[in-house]
């Protein structure tokens, strides 16, 4: 009995037991949460504030109490976003089964944080009602995309004192250079690479400074000054420029960029002279007289001259009475030399202000070319005018406009000159010739007479001209042969030439415009005009355009030039919106030879007719078919014609190509 009731109580314990595990593993997998299921990957950009929503669902049967939600950072560098809080953990109350919700961590996004995917580990601890609890870990992902632009120098010109490097001197050299990044450029290092002693190179020992920023969007101008070799031939000469700068989270950059520099050589270089204290006779001097010039010849150059060459030159009616080259050894810079040439002026030469000429050659230090300079000096000399021989000369000559057509008679005005202020000039024989006997003198002949000419004195004369009817379009030349005498009767000629530029005269005519003999209103309707150029010049730029008060349909048009002798047409189509008479015309504008605008109207008048439908049959009686008009009948033979003839053609040439091939 004792061994039975030991074997109840036994099995009673182990039902117990079994029940106790149940209930156990029953309250352990009550609840099952899932972090991030069926979300997508978050984007977010440097500097950012962001709202970071972490979806946990809870898939199990039971509750989940006071789930706590941590972000893990134990690895910094690899964690985007900025710790600015004390704790990056979230409370969620409660997480009920078969539902879920969002641990919220409102963050910002370090602004030096890379562009990539982050894998961002979140720890979950929850408790049950049951009095137990759970963990679990899981990974989300975080995508960080950077659309800013990283800072990026571009150097957008360079600029020179002077537009170039001279050899030998020290030129300031300014770089435009602009941050076309979204960021703050600082501690910006520029260097040039390329800088040779016997070259380019800086002047002295100095080194370009390192600036401090360079903001978004914003320019700096580094000036730089160089040194260019005197030994330095023209050209323009390869520099790298390079600059070496951070961003503000201090990620080091570097570019590089070519840079041309324009070289001056000596060898192109000029000095500049000056001449200082300069004397010369300021009154008239006579034939056979001596007369000094004299002046401080001054290098007002930065560069030393030397093998200097000075040279005057006063033409043949002024000679030189000291030598005319004088050689200087060097001349320094901001140095002068005093220099001096006496002259005097031939017997028999005309009253008037002479030139002359003081010319300079030298060379430059580092250079075997030689340069030149020169000044002029005028001088005032008195000549003996009465042996001046006399002369006659067309001043001034007009004929009323600025060209003479073809076949007109117009007035030739001439103003004759004697030159001589001493002389008269009489019995002057003045004849005229054109080229190609263009020009026929009208009532008189193409000789007349002129008595006399005071000294320095005018006289005006004037002929009728008439200019040939098939004369060519072009200027033509009047010969004008001039015989006359001095007061002691010694004879002299001279020949003047002038200019007269003839044209052809427009001769434009048209045609009536042609008109239908019946127009009706609403339907389109054709007009055409014929137009002629019988004249010998060019009509240039000729357009056509209709005006009046119906619709044209491309009513303008452009013609462009039409030579002389040639004929076309022109047609237009014009709708009338109503019927009745309208008032039209058609314009023709161009332009001649040398440029002036015509203009041709041609008026016409059209008469529309209102369209008459066809009266209706009595009640009872059946419309009658109209008869097929045999007109109609012969449009449509011939077309079938046409159309048997070209399927004939097709189906030949077809065959042919087709026996071709199988040639082939």
Request: hydrophobic share 35%; charged share 30%.
């Amino acid at each position: 009995m004792k061994r039975k009731i030991l074997s109840f109580f036994v099995i009673g314990m182990m039902i117990l037991s079994i029940c106790n595990i149940h209930s156990t593993i029953s309250y352990a997998s009550g609840v099952n949460l899932i972090i991030g299921r069926n979300a997508d990957v978050p984007v977010f950009e440097p500097g950012e504030e962001v709202r970071f929503a972490i979806p946990i669902e809870n898939i199990g049967a039971d509750n989940a109490n006071d789930v706590i939600v941590s972000l893990d950072t134990s690895d910094l560098e690899k964690f985007p976003f900025v710790i600015d809080k004390m704790a990056t953990t979230r409370r969620i109350s409660s997480i009920n089964a078969h539902s879920d919700e969002d641990a919220v961590f409102y963050l910002k996004v370090a602004l030096d944080a890379e562009a990539k995917i982050y894998p961002i580990k979140v720890d979950i601890v929850y408790s049950t009602e049951m009095g137990g609890g759970g963990q679990i870990s899981q990974t989300v992902y975080v995508k960080i995309e950077n659309n800013r632009k990283k800072p990026s120098l571009k150097l957008m010109d360079v600029k020179f004192e002077g537009d170039s490097l001279l050899s030998g001197q020290s030129t300031t050299m300014k770089l435009d250079i602009r941050n076309e990044g979204e960021s703050l450029v600082k501690d910006l290092k520029i260097s040039l690479e390329g800088l040779k002693a016997d070259g380019i190179r800086m002047d002295g020992y100095m080194e370009i400074p390192k600036i401090k920023e360079v903001k978004a969007k914003h320019f700096q101008v580094v000036p730089i000054k160089l040194y260019a070799d005197e030994n330095l031939k023209s050209g323009t000469y390869e520099l790298e420029l390079s600059m070496k700068y951070k961003d503000e989270y201090n990620h080091e950059y570097e570019q590089k960029t070519k840079i041309y520099v324009p070289v001056e050589g000596v060898s192109e270089q000029e000095l500049d002279f000056g001449f200082e204290n300069l004397t010369y006779p300021k009154e008239g001097v006579n034939t056979s007289e001596d007369f000094t010039i004299a002046f401080d010849l001054k290098n007002l150059s930065e560069k030393d001259a030397k093998n200097l060459k000075v040279s005057v030159d006063g033409g043949s009616e002024i000679l030189p009475k000291s030598p005319s080259i004088k050689n200087i050894k060097s001349l320094a810079s901001g140095k002068s030399v005093y220099l001096e040439f006496v002259f005097f002026a031939k017997d028999g030469i005309e009253s008037k202000n002479y030139p002359i000429k003081i010319d300079i050659t030298y060379g430059l230090n580092g250079s075997e070319e030689n340069h030149s300079i020169s000044q002029y000096v005028g001088v005032y000399l008195k000549g003996d005018n009465s042996k001046l021989t006399p002369k006659i000369i067309i001043d001034d000559y007009n004929y009323g406009k600025e060209y003479i057509k073809t076949g007109e008679v117009f007035p030739l005005t001439m103003s004759f000159l004697n030159t001589n202020k001493n002389t008269a000039v009489r019995n002057i024989k003045v004849s005229l010739t054109s080229e190609g006997d263009t020009f026929a003198p009208v009532g008189s002949s193409n000789s007349f007479f002129i008595n006399e000419i005071g000294p320095n004195a005018r006289k005006k004369r004037n002929v009728k001209l008439k200019a040939k009817v098939d004369a060519e379009q072009k200027v033509y030349n009047v010969v004008v042969d001039i015989e006359y005498e001095d007061n002691t009767g010694k004879q002299y000629s001279a020949k003047e030439t002038i200019g007269i530029y003839v044209i052809q005269e427009v001769r434009f005519e048209t045609s009536d415009v042609k008109i239908p003999s019946d127009i009706f209103a609403g339907e389109p309707c054709a007009l055409s005009i014929d137009y002629y150029n019988l004249g010998r010049g060019i009509l240039r730029n000729m357009m056509i355009h209709t005006e009046g008060d119906f619709e044209i349909k491309d009513g303008s048009v452009y013609i462009g030039n039409m030579e002389a002798g040639k004929d076309d047409y022109y047609d237009v189509t014009i709708i009338p919106k109503k019927e009745g008479k309208f008032n039209g015309k058609i314009v023709f504008k161009f332009e001649d030879a040398v440029g002036n605008p015509h203009e041709i109207v041609k008026d016409f008048e059209i008469n529309a007719q209102k369209i008459e439908e066809p009266p209706m049959p009595p009640e009872g009686m059946e419309m009658q078919k109209p008869k097929t008009s045999k007109r109609w009948i012969w449009i449509a033979g011939g077309g079938l014609l046409a159309l048997g003839i070209a399927i004939f053609i097709y189906r030949k040439k077809k065959k042919k190509a087709e026996e071709v091939t199988i040639d082939e």
